[in-house]
């Protein structure tokens, strides 16, 4: 399994309107990639910092895929939202201390 962590800080103004288009907009467009597990977006509590957004993925080919071909149409959507540039990491996520995580993945897949 590997992980997308996305960056960025996002304007306090638009906070509600921004997740309504995680919601209505970027989760769709995430459900229907090859390889998509799940999302888990981290609203910061203070203003001004960043918000991280990790997405799970199955395979890395898939995650590097999603970053090369679609993403760069969820930064369009996003960037109204944002006062920084958008930053990516890319994580192999060690299943062996997240078992329950594995398990309830499989199970929801």
């Known amino acids: 399994m590997f992980a997308r962590i996305v960056e960025f800080v996002p304007k306090a103004e638009k906070k509600e309107d921004l997740i309504k288009t995680l919601r209505q907009d970027i989760l769709p467009i995430l459900r229907k990639q090859s390889g998509f597990l799940e999302i888990m977006p981290f609203d910061p509590e203070i203003k001004n910092e960043k918000a991280i957004v990790i997405t799970l993925w199955t395979q890395k080919y898939e995650a590097e895929k ?44």
Do not use: D, G, N, W
Not at 67 to 77: G, K, N, S
Not at 100 to 107: R, V
């Open 66 to 109: 999603y970053a090369r071909e679609t993403f760069p149409e969820v930064e369009v959507i996003l960037k109204p939202f944002l006062t920084s540039t958008i930053t990516t990491k890319m994580y192999k996520v060690e299943t062996s201390v997240c078992k329950h995580l594995t398990e309830t993945l499989i199970q929801a897949a």
